[in-house]
């Protein structure tokens, strides 16, 4: 079935750090999506990406959907505490009524 | 004011129990999603209702029964509990056409 590779896995930074990463598939998407989850939380939509080329900011965070419909990006600038979590991608495919896949997830840790 | 809720939040039984765990919307939306989530953090979508209708089932054993009596509600049973049924089943609702899912607070199911 359709995957989407998202990376890395994890990260460790230091506070104040930029982050980035980001999802790939060998399939188009319509839309891409970025959903973080914080311990014990559902899923919380953060940015949505509706056309090829877009980039979208959110505060500290910015992400674009890809020229070829196949990746996206998630940049969060400065990281504070708070960013901890897991950052999820996901897609909607073309023609799929509104079936979203997602990526197996980054997981952000902040250093002291 | 929760937007999406559901119940329980914990649930722990024993193999070959039967269990429900209800889900409840107030944001009007008429499409509703069941997810599971592994131990690896991967969310998988299992249904989705769009109206009180089936929408999306994706190939999930049919111990597994969603029931929507209307469109603020999707109700999970599952017969017949397996040990790899322990995961954190996900409520998610939005409007369809729309790409934009709101996720509830999630329910950890324990088998033992």
């Known amino acids: 079935g359709q995957q989407l590779n998202q990376s890395p896995q994890s990260m460790f930074i230091q506070e104040g750090e930029d982050v980035s990463m980001n999802c790939t598939s060998s399939s188009i998407f319509n839309t891409w999506l970025w959903y973080k989850q914080d311990p014990g939380e559902g899923p919380v939509l953060l940015i949505a990406?509706?056309?090829?080329?877009e980039l979208t900011s959110n505060g500290r965070l910015t992400a674009q959907f890809g020229i070829t419909r196949k990746d996206s990006f998630l940049n969060i600038s400065a990281s504070i505490p708070s960013d901890v979590g897991i950052y999820f991608c996901a897609g909607q495919l073309p023609n799929r009524d509104d079936k979203i896949i997602f990526g197996k997830g980054t997981r952000l840790h902040i250093l002291p | 004011d929760t937007a999406v809720s559901q119940t329980p939040k914990y649930l722990v039984t024993q193999m070959g129990n039967d269990k429900s765990i209800k889900c409840e919307q107030n944001?009007?939306?008429?499409?509703m999603y069941w997810y599971k989530q592994d131990s690896k953090k991967f969310l998988k979508i299992m249904f989705s209702y769009n109206n009180k209708e089936l929408i999306i089932n994706e190939t999930v054993p049919n111990r597994f029964s969603p029931k929507s009596p209307d469109k603020a509600h999707l109700n999970l049973h599952i017969n017949s509990l397996e040990l790899g049924d322990s995961a954190v089943y996900f409520c998610?609702?939005?409007?369809?056409?729309?790409?934009?899912?709101?996720f509830g607070p999630g329910t950890r199911l324990t088998v033992l």
């Open positions: 990406l509706y056309k090829a080329g």
């Open positions: 944001l009007g939306h008429d499409t």
């Open positions: 998610a609702s939005g409007l369809s056409g729309t790409d934009t899912q709101y």
